[in-house]
């Protein structure tokens, strides 16, 4: 059974930084694409970033050029730079693989944005 295991949320104060990370483990498929999507409070869940094995990127308008997402596909782990963190921009973020097959979800990662 496939698992995705978030790390990295915590409490940074507005306009810092943070690094999330997720690893994928168990059965896959056949890896196609893994990325970020954050639901704030109250809101649903929307898509930040994405990479696929080609290490193809997209991004939500915005987040670019703040965020950054990298992947190492050998390790099935995706990682997702964080900067300058607006104020109002706390969430959960989830972290997603799909494998042709179905599109699998990790439990989530806090961000709380406050000074």
């Known amino acids: 059974q496939l698992q995705l295991v978030e790390s990295g949320g915590g409490l940074v104060h507005p306009g810092g930084s943070l690094r999330l990370s997720c690893v994928a483990s168990?059965?896959?498929?056949?890896?196609?694409?893994m990325g970020w999507y954050q639901q704030g409070p109250g809101k649903q869940r929307e898509l930040v970033a994405a990479i696929n094995t080609a290490g193809s990127t997209n991004y939500a308008d915005s987040v670019k050029g703040r965020f950054t997402i990298t992947g190492d596909s050998a390790k099935n782990t995706v990682y997702l730079q964080m900067n300058s963190l607006k104020p109002g921009g706390t969430a959960l973020y989830y972290c997603?693989?799909?494998?042709?097959?179905?599109?699998?979800w990790g439990h989530g990662t806090k961000v709380t944005i406050s000074s």
């Open positions: 997603y693989l799909n494998d042709y097959l179905n599109t699998h």
């Open positions: 168990g059965s896959i498929f056949k890896l196609y694409n």
